[in-house]
């Protein structure tokens, strides 16, 4: 419409000279005025296209972002599909799915901290877990709301996975953000660092419990009981290599290395952390696991 407006403005004084244009563009009064048409816009294509970054600068500013808009919160929550289950358990997989976004954001991120000095990296992570505390409060609403309408079977276990998927993501940003910053808060105030040993075996800790959060999420999606499996089974190697962790950091300790003997605290709680997180994230996947066994029962005529 700008363009337009600005448009005729610009032709006003030219107007004479472009309805002689038009006039021997075709004898026919139709087409002189389909002429005038397909002209006007070329021409303002040609003259206004050099200008079109001012114009969007302009449009925003007559046209600012509602403050409503800027706030934070759930982007799939339909009140409107509430009475339609199997949209609703949708849209609240999507939401859980987008705070599962922020955590995993959360968990790489989380790690990154206690490689650099930098704190402001540790409030950052902090409001995030303010997000993801948000999502979890709208997304046990929705459920709760959602239960009121008659449910089959399969969509009240799937409701009960979505919240135990939800409020364990929740519980996730807060060990992220209660015990693990602090943590790290507490190295860089003492300005001490991992051995180089000690802090690859973070990483490597941290890469296998990542792996499993990701194939945990994938098998939430798709309701996928293998990948579920996969990932109980991953549990149980990952709490194998805790223990083999601190065992190599109390091998470290009793050779005197300093970093090991400083850091000694620090180290112990990052890995007792992030295998907590990993017990979590089983924990949201078991619904799927035992839906899997239950209906392996049902095929042999057990009673699950």
């Known amino acids: ?46 003259v206004f296209l050099p200008f079109t970054p001012l114009f969007a600068k302009l449009i ?59 704190s402001s990296k540790i409030n950052e992570l902090k409001d995030r877990d303010n997000l993801i505390d948000l999502l979890d409060r709208h997304i046990r609403l929705y459920i709760t709301r959602l239960s009121v309408a008659p449910l089959t079977e399969s969509q009240t276990r799937r409701a009960m996975t979505v919240l135990e998927v939800s409020r364990d993501l929740e519980s996730i940003g807060d060990i992220i953000d209660r015990n693990i910053m602090p943590l790290a808060f507490k190295r860089i105030k003492k300005g001490i660092t991992f051995s180089p040993e000690g802090l690859v075996e973070i990483h490597a800790f941290h890469r296998k419990a990542l792996e499993n959060f990701d194939i945990a999420i994938s098998a939430f999606t798709t309701n996928d009981r293998d990948l579920a499996d996969r990932v109980l089974r991953n549990k149980e190697e990952l709490s194998g290599l805790e223990r083999e962790l601190v065992q190599a950091h109390l091998d470290r300790l009793r050779r005197g290395f300093r970093e090991s003997i400083e850091t000694s605290h620090i180290h112990l709680d990052v890995i007792g952390n992030l295998a907590r997180i990993n017990s979590l994230v089983a924990h949201f996947i078991y619904p799927v696991a035992e839906e899997k066994r239950g209906r392996g029962r049902e095929d042999v005529g057990i009673e699950a």
């Open 60 to 118: 925003v500013k007559m046209v600012p972002e509602k403050a409503e808009e800027k706030k934070f919160g759930p982007m799939y929550l339909d009140d409107h599909v509430l009475g339609t289950p199997a949209l609703a358990l949708g849209q609240a997989t999507r939401e859980v799915l987008r705070a599962s976004d922020i955590v995993r954001s959360m968990f790489i991120d989380a790690i990154k901290v206690f490689e650099s000095d930098d």
């Open 1 to 46: 419409m700008l363009f337009k407006l600005f448009g005729v403005l610009l032709f006003l004084p030219f107007l004479g000279p472009y309805e002689q244009l038009v006039t021997v563009s075709s004898s026919d009064i139709s087409r002189q005025l389909a002429n005038a048409h397909t002209l006007f816009n070329l021409i303002m294509a040609v």
